[in-house]
């Protein structure tokens, strides 16, 4: 079944406003092909045909709303990506003091586990919360398997040590060791709507704020805020800044913030 491709301005207009509301990502005309293209794969896994019937679909049932949601959002990430902000926790923290890290949009988990592996090589203590709102790339940090392009970046010691080859139909796939896995909870939490309940010492926010327009990157620093300790650190991405936004964090080294 091949789905209606185009949106009447109505259903566009329908269909990002549900998706800003309910997760912050903002899909205007500039984002219209990948919004489509995200629908499209929604509609052929539901073996809708037109735009309307889908639109119907999402508004009377919960579990396909989640999946819509879940479709439109872009989960692009990579082993020791952006690794300066894990060199500058490595070298510039205590390892005899337990530390509570938050990857805050960790997608499918490479974020987290890289800076596990990292963490235990340097003999440090600590948890890492790792959230998402997306239900599938949750799953896939439970399965913690990944093909082995994914694992490029990551040094060969820390390769040996802390990630399990795959054997037969798996060989071109590695799994993080449980040593590793044991450090860290997964968790569904959508930055726009819930409240985090706890304190960190370090939270990684990376990739995902670029997503968001100013007032919801603000609500976002307000909360994530609220949860970083005083003196805690906060980081997000290398193309990503808190210009324009009020916050009491100071910059400490490239889209790294320290609060005060
Ligand atoms: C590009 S990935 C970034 C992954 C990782 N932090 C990195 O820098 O490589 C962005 C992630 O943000 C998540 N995301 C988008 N909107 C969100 C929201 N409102 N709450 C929580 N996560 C969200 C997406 O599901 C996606 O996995």
């Not at 629908?39 to 889908?54: E, F, G, N, P, T």
């Not at 872009?74 to 020791?80: C, L």
């Amino acid at each position: 079944m091949v789905p209606e491709t185009k949106l009447s301005p109505e259903q566009h207009q329908k269909l990002s406003r549900i998706v800003y509301k309910e997760s912050g990502i903002v899909l205007n005309e500039k984002k219209y092909n990948l919004l489509v293209a995200r629908l499209a794969k929604r509609m052929r896994i539901k073996k809708i045909s037109r735009v309307s019937d889908y639109i119907r679909l999402i508004s009377t049932s919960p579990d396909e709303f989640i999946e819509f949601i879940d479709a439109t959002t872009t989960n692009h990430t990579y082993f020791f990506r952006e690794n300066k902000h894990c060199e500058f926790i490595i070298k510039t923290m205590d390892n005899t003091k337990p530390l509570k890290i938050w990857s805050a949009a960790s997608s499918s988990g490479e974020e987290p586990f890289s800076i596990a592996v990292q963490l235990l090589s340097n003999l440090f203590s600590f948890t890492i919360y790792a959230t998402d709102i997306s239900g599938s790339v949750l799953r896939q940090c439970q399965k913690a398997i990944y093909p082995k392009e994914r694992v490029k970046n990551v040094p060969l010691s820390i390769l040996h040590t802390y990630f399990q080859k795959g054997t037969g139909k798996w060989q071109d796939h590695v799994k993080v060791k449980s040593k590793v896995q044991q450090n860290i909870t997964f968790e569904k939490f959508n930055l726009l709507s819930d409240t985090p309940v706890e304190t960190f010492d370090i939270i990684f926010c990376r990739n995902v704020m670029i997503y968001f327009d100013t007032p919801t990157r603000q609500k976002v620093v307000n909360s994530l805020g609220r949860a970083l300790k005083s003196g805690g650190y906060f980081f997000v991405g290398l193309s990503e800044n808190l210009h324009g936004l009020e916050h009491n964090l100071s910059l400490v080294l490239p889209s790294g913030y320290k609060k005060k």
